[in-house]
Nanobody, 120 residues
Framework: VQLQASGGGLVQPGGSLRLSCAAS????????MGWYRQAPGKQRELVAI???????NYAGSVKGRFTISRDTSKNTVTLQMDSLKPEDTAVYYC???????????????WGQGTQVTVSS
């Protein structure tokens, strides 16, 4: 299973960026898809995650500014980031909990990371 992320870049404070991630390979089901980020010198943290069933979870620092969405038919997840702040600067990682075959335990997969820099 591979997760291919795209859409990072440099943006001014108050601007917007859209991150996308597509999962490919042998996939029976995806339990959840979402995004984490890691800023220099800090631990990786949850940004937003969307399960196949249940409520979407956002980090408090991004609520009201970021929106996560999934297309379960295409195994993709998108993060729309608005009103970006310098403290949003980080490497963003796509994450998916994937069940590769029926009756198999789901396993976490990670994308390669995409840099988001918010600076004037």
């Amino acid at each position: 299973v591979q997760l291919q992320a795209s859409g990072g870049g440099l943006v001014q404070p108050g601007g917007s960026l859209r991150l996308s991630c597509a999962a490919s390979g042998s996939i029976f089901a995806i339990n959840h898809m979402g995004w984490y980020r890691q800023a220099p010198g800090k631990q990786r943290e949850l940004v937003a995650i969307m399960p196949s069933a249940g409520s979407t979870n956002y980090a408090g620092s991004v609520k009201g500014r970021f929106t996560i969405s999934r297309d379960t038919s295409k195994n993709t997840v998108t993060l729309q980031m608005d009103s970006l702040k310098p403290e949003d600067t980080a490497v963003y990682y796509c994450n998916a909990l994937v069940q590769r075959y029926m009756f198999r335990t789901p396993v976490d997969y990670w994308g390669q990371g995409t840099q988001v820099t918010v600076s004037s």
